[in-house]
């Protein structure tokens, strides 16, 4: 479907913006996870500090959301910006969809399993 009303300069640049993004989302989750840990109340400094932690979950958070942002952004060799942006959220909306089914499934199966055990 990719190659579909598109040259191949502009299918690659479809898939690798696609790639970009659905490669940065897990960093949104750590993190994000790196802030609930430097902001939890039962927090215990060991390497690092509570400050250090934050800033390093703040800034990697604003980066990662940057380049996703970016990443929706067009190379020269697109040309429909409609249908570039249709692919990008509809493919992101995708496979994080499929991702989320498929991890739901799973932990339904996983836990029936052990239910019966």
Avoid: C
């Avoid at 299918?11 to 490669?23: G, P």
């Avoid at 430097?38 to 703040?58: C, E, I, M, N, S």
């Avoid at 996703?68 to 995708?94: N, R």
Wanted: proline letters at 3%; a positive charge; glycine letters at 8%.
């Amino acid at each position: 479907m990719n190659f579909w009303g598109a040259g191949v300069q502009e299918s690659f640049q479809r898939l690798l913006s696609l790639a970009v993004v659905l490669q940065l989302i897990p960093f949104l989750y750590m993190f994000y996870a790196l802030i609930r840990i430097a902001t939890a109340p039962d927090f215990v400094q060991r390497k690092y500090g509570h400050r250090t932690l934050l800033a390093a979950g703040v800034s990697g958070l604003l980066t990662t959301i940057l380049g996703i942002a970016l990443a929706y952004f067009p190379a020269q060799q697109i040309t429909s910006l409609f249908s570039y942006e249709v692919w990008m959220f509809g493919g992101t909306i995708l496979f994080i969809g499929a991702a989320a089914f498929f991890f739901f499934i799973y932990g339904r199966r996983k836990q029936a399993i052990e239910d019966a055990s």
